[in-house]
């Protein structure tokens, strides 16, 4: 037995040896391994240097490559989906001025109000219980109809309105939303005077921030025969999306259509959404036209597929079309009829309540309700297969999404974020989330100063902030 033990403990000993000379050989090896690689990198040239790959990296991102090798897959222009990857400018630049000695915070027993109004002056004003609502994502040409739904169910439970977007009207939309914006788009759908009489505002799609004022075609392979009858479409009919707005072939056309659809929805608000591009010229152009309201649709919006040239190059970024939007309509004097709504590349509270206090009526937002409606539903489809095959019409997966469950998880983002926005308006010392204005922003650089006209974080200036408490 003893011996049975010492040739136990001898055997581990060697072991142990073993794993220790070992540790000291491997050591050995890997620093001569890893040395030779150096003195390889610090001394071949870099026709034949590994680190030419992040050298060129740095200039010719892996965004670019992949780009790249799609365009040689075929001769057509690719298309990408959700947007621009592209970094433009956003809300970062501005802070809020808290309230504490010379401003007092609001009370905590007063409630905040979150209400707000596009298209005052219009007989029939569209009124909102929060300044947050859906953007346009079309049903059949975007999203599936069990997310439309689920979205359109969402917004209802917080008081606000969804948006039809580049799809035909949809009856199941319109029965469940609480306040609907139809879409005025570039097809031909949805122009008949019944279907329009059910909208609660119209929204004259003239561009959208990721895709401009492009025209594109819906195969009639990727419809079904249910929604080619809801755009009025003949059987094997590709669904067409033209460059211009249907009868508009000159810029003094935009009041008779205004006009048109002011007439026959009995006196809804009636708007136009654009691309900031030409924006003094072209807010002067909506101001003639008689509009009630502009969406303002910046560069950074999100889209189901469009070419990478039009999100990466064209339009201008959110912050810069909305400022100079509103400059505009100071200047003329139509600030109190003609409201404002921004859209594209907002994400957060913070980032809203800072579009309202430079002038926004309201926040239309799109992508992050896509995400926030999808939520841990996002499982049926990572890590094998993208979001959109569970967002989009075409997805494999769409059917699997649970309508009440996402429409549940739209709602709670909705109203989460009006409870921090209502949170910052009393950390201001406002009443009410619509009071929040320049005056409560700082610059943190001059060129945010300059071009938003708000003082900049090291210079004083005069206040003329009244105390709200």
């Given at each position: 037995?003893?011996?049975?033990?010492?040739?136990?403990?001898?055997?581990?000993?060697?072991?142990?040896?073993?794993?220790?000379?070992?540790?000291?050989?491997?050591?050995?090896?890997?620093?001569?391994?890893?040395?030779?690689?150096?003195?390889?990198?610090?001394?071949?040239?870099?026709?034949?240097?590994?680190?030419?790959?992040?050298?060129?990296?740095?200039?010719?991102?892996?965004?670019?490559?992949?780009?790249?090798?799609?365009?040689?897959?075929?001769?057509?222009?690719?298309?990408?989906?959700?947007?621009s990857p592209k970094k433009m400018l956003r809300f970062?630049?501005?802070?809020?001025?808290?309230?504490?000695?010379?401003?007092?915070?609001?009370?905590?027993?007063?409630?905040?109000?979150?209400?707000?109004?596009?298209?005052?002056?219009?007989?029939?004003?569209?009124?909102?219980?929060?300044?947050?609502?859906?953007?346009?994502?079309?049903?059949?040409?975007?999203?599936?109809?069990?997310?439309?739904?689920?979205?359109?169910?969402?917004?209802?439970?917080?008081?606000?309105?969804?948006?039809?977007?580049?799809?035909?009207?949809?009856?199941?939309?319109?029965?469940?939303?609480?306040?609907?914006?139809?879409?005025?788009?570039?097809?031909?759908?949805?122009?008949?005077?019944?279907?329009?009489?059910?909208?609660?505002?119209?929204?004259?799609?003239?561009?959208?921030?990721?895709?401009?004022?492009?025209?594109?075609?819906?195969?009639?392979?990727?419809?079904?025969?249910?929604?080619?009858?809801?755009?009025?479409?003949?059987?094997?009919?590709?669904?067409?999306?033209?460059?211009?707005?249907?009868?508009?072939?000159?810029?003094?056309?935009?009041?008779?259509?205004?006009?048109?659809?002011?007439?026959?929805?009995?006196?809804?608000?009636?708007?136009?959404?654009?691309?900031?591009?030409?924006?003094?010229?072209?807010?002067?152009?909506?101001?003639?036209?008689?509009v009630d309201f502009i969406t303002i649709d910046g560069?950074?919006?999100?889209?189901?597929?469009?070419?990478?040239?039009?999100?990466?190059?064209?339009?201008?970024?959110?912050?810069?079309?909305?400022?100079?939007?509103?400059?505009?309509?100071?200047?003329?004097?139509?600030?109190?009829?003609?409201?404002?709504?921004?859209?594209?590349?907002?994400?957060?509270?913070?980032?809203?309540?800072?579009?309202?206090?430079?002038?926004?009526?309201?926040?239309?937002?799109?992508?992050?309700?896509?995400?926030?409606?999808?939520?841990?539903?996002?499982?049926?489809?990572?890590?094998?297969?993208?979001?959109?095959?569970?967002?989009?019409?075409?997805?494999?997966?769409?059917?699997?999404?649970?309508?009440?469950?996402?429409?549940?998880?739209?709602?709670?983002?909705?109203?989460?974020?009006?409870?921090?926005?209502?949170?910052?308006?009393?950390?201001?010392?406002?009443?009410?989330?619509?009071?929040?204005?320049?005056?409560?922003?700082?610059?943190?650089?001059?060129?945010?100063?300059?071009?938003?006209?708000?003082?900049?974080?090291?210079?004083?200036?005069?206040?003329?902030?009244?105390?709200?408490?």
């Amino acid at each position: 037995m003893e011996a049975f033990w010492l040739t136990l403990s001898a055997c581990i000993l060697g072991m142990i040896l073993f794993f220790i000379a070992f540790l000291f050989s491997f050591r050995s090896i890997l620093k001569r391994w890893i040395g030779k690689r150096i003195q390889i990198l610090f001394t071949d040239t870099y026709l034949k240097n590994v680190w030419e790959i992040v050298s060129s990296g740095t200039r010719y991102t892996s965004q670019n490559i992949v780009d790249t090798a799609l365009r040689c897959e075929n001769d057509e222009a690719i298309s990408r989906t959700w947007g621009s990857p592209k970094k433009m400018l956003r809300f970062d630049g501005l802070m809020f001025l808290p309230a504490q000695l010379s401003v007092l915070p609001t009370k905590e027993s007063i409630k905040i109000q979150t209400k707000t109004c596009i298209g005052p002056k219009a007989k029939r004003p569209l009124h909102l219980e929060i300044p947050l609502l859906v953007s346009g994502m079309g049903v059949g040409v975007g999203i599936s109809k069990k997310l439309k739904l689920a979205i359109t169910k969402g917004a209802a439970a917080v008081g606000t309105a969804s948006n039809t977007g580049e799809g035909p009207f949809w009856s199941e939309e319109r029965k469940h939303a609480k306040k609907l914006i139809l879409q005025y788009s570039r097809a031909k759908w949805s122009k008949d005077p019944n279907i329009l009489k059910q909208a609660d505002m119209i929204e004259i799609a003239v561009g959208n921030g990721a895709s401009a004022s492009t025209p594109y075609v819906i195969h009639p392979q990727d419809l079904s025969g249910t929604m080619q009858h809801e755009m009025e479409l003949t059987s094997g009919e590709p669904a067409m999306i033209h460059a211009r707005v249907p009868k508009i072939n000159d810029p003094s056309d935009w009041h008779e259509l205004v006009n048109h659809l002011r007439t026959v929805t009995d006196g809804v608000p009636i708007g136009v959404k654009i691309v900031p591009a030409r924006v003094e010229e072209d807010v002067r152009c909506a101001i003639e036209a008689g509009v009630d309201f502009i969406t303002i649709d910046g560069a950074q919006a999100g889209i189901r597929e469009s070419a990478p040239i039009l999100q990466d190059d064209f339009g201008l970024p959110t912050l810069r079309g909305l400022v100079r939007a509103v400059q505009v309509l100071s200047e003329h004097n139509v600030q109190n009829r003609i409201s404002i709504i921004v859209s594209g590349g907002l994400y957060s509270p913070g980032e809203y309540l800072k579009a309202i206090a430079l002038g926004a009526d309201a926040v239309a937002l799109g992508t992050v309700i896509l995400i926030g409606a999808l939520h841990t539903q996002i499982t049926k489809v990572l890590p094998w297969e993208p979001l959109s095959q569970l967002a989009w019409s075409s997805g494999n997966f769409a059917d699997q999404l649970d309508v009440e469950k996402a429409a549940k998880h739209t709602a709670n983002l909705l109203k989460s974020s009006i409870e921090e926005m209502k949170i910052a308006t009393m950390c201001l010392g406002k009443k009410s989330i619509m009071e929040v204005s320049r005056e409560d922003l700082v610059a943190l650089d001059p060129e945010t100063s300059r071009f938003t006209n708000v003082p900049l974080a090291y210079q004083w200036t005069p206040s003329s902030i009244q105390n709200h408490s």
